[in-house]
């Protein structure tokens, strides 16, 4: 600092009059007597630019104290604690303390401090005053002006509170990018994407993040976004003009650009069901470029072919073959979920019934087909079990001289089966 | 736990005075500009605003036209331009944006900009930068608290959870202490002061630094205690799924400024119908700290009662006719519409609640709670997932688990970040990147003998077995907080025994008996000790920011509590729930105490996921 100046600042800095402000000039104190008294009865709880006589700390450019008060208020000792207040308590967590040459230090002590460290300008003549400890923000705005950037990002990353607060400031303005070359702040980087409106500049910033250094496992995830927004752009452009029976039957609801994963997936079991692999809009290229779990695939694929009604594509997503060449029906998922999907989306009592049979537990069994009402599950079942007492107690809550009613009858009458009860 | 002897709870000190108070420096402030102007207001200012003043008495003070802030060029006729807002910087860029305009097309005019509750540097800097500094006048409107109801005070800062605890930007924290120092000067002089968590620390600290430099006033204290509260002591509790009427109807039709909106399948008709939800509505102020399972009795008890009132009419004189009409039938017309209103609600809840199996969701939440079952409550985390369920759903319940299992296992860390991603948008890395951050959702340090061991037995067996001798190993490898805190506060209770939710025996109550909420079990511990004596295992495990002050240098002592020291302030900082309010409301029945709850906002499970989402 220039030492020429030193007295000009020192007024500045140790005066106990107010600084001069833009917004004290014409306050007229006798308007609204009754207000003014309410607000003066808060008064010490504002803070107020330009009330500069309470007992304040002075901060001189340098950060160091001006004057003969003690550094700042935390550094007392709780000796001084004045008995009729409440104490002091040991000020906790310590803000880290360097022994630089620089005196950062000392202005980074000061936490969200009480008073001003004023450095405006109006745009017409800088002043400067400084009156009082210091906060945070006022503190990384006067050094992110004042100083060079490598020694701001040097003492900033010694102090790991300062540097969140400078982070938050940074996203705050919309200045992030200064931290991008810095500090490895990918995901601060990846984030842009988000306010890039257009699917192609949103593409090819995606792009330019796979060279980022993120995780092993974030770096995967990135890839996959880079890749699912291309694959969408494609779809988009050829599925906005194509007119096939399908699209008329299901106009599309929203456009697939910017969807999730899984999303996608089912849009593409939805309007591309049976597409070669080679086709980018095909479930089977979608499933395998992005690692869909069979799990996932199954209940993705089960809910777009039951909304369109297709049971036969059901039927073929569960089948599966064995060696010997036997078909048999199977579901990652169990069937209970299969026969909840099923009945979500209308399907005919006779598919319900197919995949309801399948449900090995013969209690899950029994309370899925009482609530869908198949009975003839509900009555093959009980007879599966022997459990005569319970079909008697079914029958008396189905209508009398129904179908299901007169089974019922036949069969607790039959005498080729031994009941168990 | 009723003690005998006690006395009834005091009532609440008479808190209508800040209304007033912020009311009347608006009226100054806005006269600081003399003549026509119009105001421009920050969307989320307009509720408070309006609980406090209305648009008439804005109108008596010369502002035109209201203007809700968009953040986009504007249309006004007017000489000078008031500015109602929070000080953020994207909004001070705005104003700025308008001056700037109004200067390249060569007009003149006034600008004043009121920050509330406060103005920081940053805005300053901003009108600097922007070289609007000086064409601009600047004021605090310093409307820190407002009143919702006899005892819950709001800021009314729900970005103060986020800027705190996940950006680490502690500016919000002086805001907490002028806050405190308002309560303490109106209705103290406080008398002890308990508090746990760092920005607790550093509110007191502002406070107390702002209570040395004014003076002393000698007044009969109304509060005596206060409770300091950071809301990362306690982040499972405004996590669960709400179970009490107010909670209920918060976390599904969002409670705004104490008031809600019931929409058309509520009132049944094709309107919607804006209901102020407090002490003052004789029908929500008997349920809402209620257990949802006995609201419906309740009401329908209630609608029997009234329908008996309306009957009295038969058989009536006409002048019996006459009283009844002029005395009774607005009172039980009210009623009745209120009734009807929270039947409404409560059947609306109902559909909503059976629709997305609301009683799978809770017994998920009770095992990860009680740590039995994880297995199990992550197959269905897992299903909920892949089904594309509530994005914040799933959210909510991957951090229960974190939480209580003090942390994922790297495996299922992985596993379900992937499919959560695939299922919700890759975007959302950069939320799991923030729960990180925040402590919420975060992968187990491997306990490195116990995982080798692990992924060798693991090869040995099958999937499922492999699943239950990972719960074991993982149960002896980890020290969960979560679980020791659970153990040490007994909060869950033994769930072999009933627990009757119309008769509560502790604030277990408000989760269906499953949990008492730690936030409230810290707070009634430390007032039971008169200090965190005897918890020094307990402050280990929440990180060791606590505190216990009396006036007069020395630590709170004992001896006969004054009235005043049965009012009880408990502050959160960085939000509440209404289950926790409910939560202490019981326990000051019980303990004969009053609490008062003054929060930076009210809260619940997907306010404070929101506010971690980065879209």
């Known amino acids: 600092m220039n030492k020429g100046k030193a007295e000009e600042d020192d007024y500045w800095h140790s005066s106990k009059y107010s600084a001069f402000t833009f917004d004290d000039d014409d306050y007229d104190f006798t308007k609204l007597k009754e207000s003014q008294r309410a607000v003066n009865s808060i008064r010490g709880l504002v803070e107020d630019d330009c009330e500069d006589d309470e007992d304040v700390e002075k901060v001189s450019w340098s950060g160091e104290p001006v004057g003969s008060k003690s550094p700042s208020s935390f550094l007392r000792t709780s000796g001084d604690t004045q008995n009729h207040g409440f104490p002091k308590i040991q000020h906790n967590p310590p803000l880290p303390r360097q022994s630089s040459g620089y005196s950062l230090s000392s202005l980074f002590k000061g936490k969200g401090g009480l008073n001003t460290f004023r450095t405006h300008c109006k745009l017409e003549g800088r002043q400067v005053t400084i009156t009082g400890c210091v906060s945070y923000s006022q503190v990384l705005i006067f050094l992110k002006r004042t100083l060079s950037k490598a020694i701001l990002f040097r003492e900033l990353a010694e102090r790991e509170v300062a540097l969140r607060h400078f982070i938050h400031l940074l996203k705050e303005t919309g200045e992030q990018r200064i931290l991008c070359c810095k500090i490895h702040l990918?995901?601060?980087?990846?984030?842009?994407?988000?306010?890039?409106?257009d699917e192609n500049q949103r593409?090819?910033?995606?792009?330019?993040?796979?060279?980022?250094?993120?995780?092993?496992d974030d770096s995967t995830h990135v890839q996959d976004h880079y890749m699912l927004l291309e694959r969408q752009i494609i779809i988009e452009a050829n599925d906005k003009r194509t007119d096939t029976e399908i699209f008329k039957k299901h106009p599309r609801k929203a456009s697939i650009l910017n969807m999730p994963i899984i999303t996608t997936l089912y849009y593409s079991?939805?309007?591309?069901?049976?597409?070669?692999?080679?086709?980018?809009s095909s479930p089977a290229n979608i499933r395998k470029t992005f690692r869909i779990s069979e799990k996932q695939y199954f209940l993705t694929a089960l809910g777009a072919r039951a909304k369109l009604k297709q049971w036969s594509d059901v039927d073929r997503l569960c089948n599966t073959t064995n060696w010997l060449g036997y078909t048999k029906k199977k579901s990652p998922i169990g069937f209970q979920r299969v026969v909840e999907i099923l009945h979500k989306n209308g399907a005919p009592l006779q598919v319900l019934q197919d995949y309801m049979s399948l449900v090995d537990n013969t209690e899950v069994r029994v309370s899925l087909a009482q609530k869908f009402k198949c009975h003839d599950i509900v009555i093959n079942t009980y007879k599966e079990l022997k459990d005569r007492q319970q079909l008697i107690v079914y029958q008396s809550k189905l209508e009398r001289?129904?179908?299901?009613?007169?089974?019922?009858?036949?069969?607790?009458?039959?005498?080729?089966?031994?009941?168990?009860? | 736990m009723a003690q005998p002897g006690w006395r009834d709870a005091p009532s609440p000190p008479d808190f209508s005075l800040l209304k007033r108070l912020a009311r009347d420096q608006l009226i100054y402030l806005l006269e600081q500009l003399p003549g026509k102007k119009d105001l421009f207001i920050e969307g989320d200012l307009m509720s408070p605003l309006d609980r406090i003043a209305n648009v008439t008495t804005l109108k008596q003070h010369e502002v035109d036209k209201l203007y809700k802030v968009e953040h986009k060029p504007i249309v006004s006729t007017s000489d000078q331009l008031c500015f109602l807002i929070r000080p953020r910087v994207a909004t001070v860029k705005w104003v700025s944006d308008v001056v700037n305009s109004d200067k390249a097309a060569g007009r003149f005019r006034r600008y004043k900009i009121i920050f509330c509750p406060q103005k920081f540097y940053v805005c300053d800097a901003v009108l600097e930068e922007e070289g609007v500094y000086g064409d601009v006048t600047t004021d605090s409107w310093h409307f820190y608290l407002l009143p919702l109801d006899e005892d819950i005070i709001s800021m009314e800062l729900p970005e103060f959870f986020r800027e705190n605890f996940l950006e680490g930007d502690q500016r919000w924290v002086e805001t907490a202490g002028n806050a405190l120092h308002l309560l303490h000067s109106l209705y103290g002089p406080f008398s002890k002061v308990f508090g746990m968590g760092r920005c607790a620390k550093m509110a007191y600290e502002s406070w107390r630094e702002l209570q040395e430099e004014s003076e002393q006033k000698s007044r009969r204290a109304d509060i005596g205690t206060v409770f300091l509260v950071d809301r990362d002591v306690d982040y499972v509790t405004p996590l669960c799924s709400q179970?009490?009427?107010?909670?209920?109807?918060?976390?599904?039709?969002?409670?705004?400024?104490?008031?809600?909106?019931f929409g058309p399948e509520v009132t049944s008709s094709d309107k919607s119908v804006k209901v102020m939800l407090n002490s003052e509505d004789k029908v929500f102020s008997e349920i809402r700290n209620e257990h949802f399972s006995n609201v419906f009795s309740f009401l329908s008890q209630k609608a029997r009662n009234l329908q008996t009132a309306y009957d009295k009419r038969r058989g009536m004189d006409i002048q019996q006719m006459k009283t009844f009409v002029s005395e009774e039938l607005k009172g039980l017309k009210q009623e009745h519409r209120l009734l009807s209103l929270h039947i409404g609600a409560s059947e609306s809840i109902m559909k909503k609640k059976t629709k997305q199996d609301f009683q799978e969701l809770l017994k998920t939440e009770h095992s990860l709670l009680e740590g039995f079952e994880v297995r199990e409550a992550i197959a269905y985390i897992e299903e909920h997932i892949s089904r594309q369920v509530s994005m914040v759903e799933s959210l909510r319940l991957l951090c229960l688990l974190s939480l209580t299992e003090n942390g994922l296992l790297?495996?299922?860390?992985?596993?379900?970040?992937?499919?959560?991603?695939?299922?919700?948008?890759?975007?959302?890395?950069?939320?799991?990147?923030?729960?990180?951050?925040?402590?919420?959702?975060?992968?187990?340090?491997?306990?490195?003998?116990?995982?080798?061991?692990?992924?060798?037995?693991?090869?040995?067996?099958?999937?499922?077995?492999?699943?239950?001798?990972t719960d074991a190993f993982s149960s002896l490898a980890k020290k969960s907080n979560f679980r020791a805190l659970s153990k040490k506060l007994a909060l869950v209770p033994k769930s072999d025994e009933e627990y009757d939710l119309r008769v509560p025996k502790d604030m277990a109550y408000i989760f269906s008996g499953a949990y008492v909420p730690l936030s409230c079990r810290l707070v009634e511990q430390v007032l039971e000790r008169n200090g965190w004596t005897g918890l020094e295992e307990v402050t280990r495990m929440i990180n060791r920011h606590e505190f216990a002050v009396g006036a007069g240098g020395g630590g709170p002592e004992g001896g006969e509590k004054t009235d005043a020291q049965r009012v009880i302030l408990v502050m959160f900082l960085g939000g509440c729930t209404y289950s926790e309010i409910a939560a202490l409301r019981f326990l000051g029945r019980e303990r004969g105490l009053k609490f008062i709850v003054v929060t930076t906002a009210i809260t619940n499970s997907g306010r404070l996921l929101e506010a971690l989402l980065d879209h």
């Open chain 1, 186 to 197: 990918q995901l601060l980087q990846y984030k842009e994407h988000i306010s890039i409106k």
């Open chain 1, 203 to 216: 593409k090819d910033f995606l792009k330019t993040c796979l060279s980022l250094p993120f995780s092993p």
């Open chain 1, 269 to 280: 079991c939805f309007y591309h069901y049976g597409e070669s692999e080679g086709t980018f």
């Open chain 1, 401 to 421: 001289g129904s179908p299901e009613y007169q089974v019922i009858d036949e069969l607790i009458h039959s005498l080729n089966i031994r009941w168990k009860n």
């Open chain 2, 243 to 261: 179970v009490v009427y107010e909670g209920l109807v918060d976390d599904i039709f969002r409670i705004k400024c104490g008031s809600v909106e």
């Open chain 2, 410 to 469: 790297p495996k299922d860390y992985r596993a379900l970040k992937s499919q959560y991603l695939q299922s919700y948008g890759v975007e959302h890395l950069l939320t799991f990147a923030n729960l990180r951050q925040l402590g919420v959702l975060v992968e187990q340090q491997p306990g490195e003998t116990l995982t080798v061991m692990e992924s060798k037995v693991g090869k040995l067996v099958n999937d499922k077995t492999a699943g239950k001798l």
